[in-house]
């Protein structure tokens, strides 16, 4: 790895699993006192998303939801979710900002 885990100071825990997984994404709950969220997790590229349209559903969008409907029955305040820059569609400026518009965009899940 090019970064040591120094961000890794005992305020974090690495679980591999899928946020498809209910009851794995339950146990994870009920056992750590879980605050905040930073969701990452998601199968990249537009154009593969095109020809898996039902992969990239349940992934990308129903794990999505997962992780929406435990962070409310948890009280969770704080939700970090990282989208794709596609949803700004084809533009000449960059960078994207948070604020761009989204209309312009070139594909069905964005």
Do not use: W
Not at 58 to 86: C, D, M, P, R, W
């Amino acid at each position: 790895s090019q970064y040591p885990n120094k961000v890794l100071d005992g305020s974090f825990i690495i679980i591999h699993g899928s946020i498809n997984d209910q009851e794995l994404l339950q146990i994870i709950f009920n056992k750590y006192q879980i605050t905040h969220i930073a969701h990452l997790a998601a199968l990249a590229g537009v154009r593969s998303s095109t020809s898996q349209t039902g992969k990239y559903m349940e992934i990308n969008y129903n794990g999505t939801q997962n992780l929406l409907e435990l962070a409310a029955s948890h009280k969770i305040t704080q939700f970090v979710f990282a989208s794709t820059s596609s949803v700004y569609g084809q533009t000449d400026k960059l960078p994207f900002i948070e604020t761009d518009s989204c209309s312009n965009h070139f594909h069905v899940f964005f």
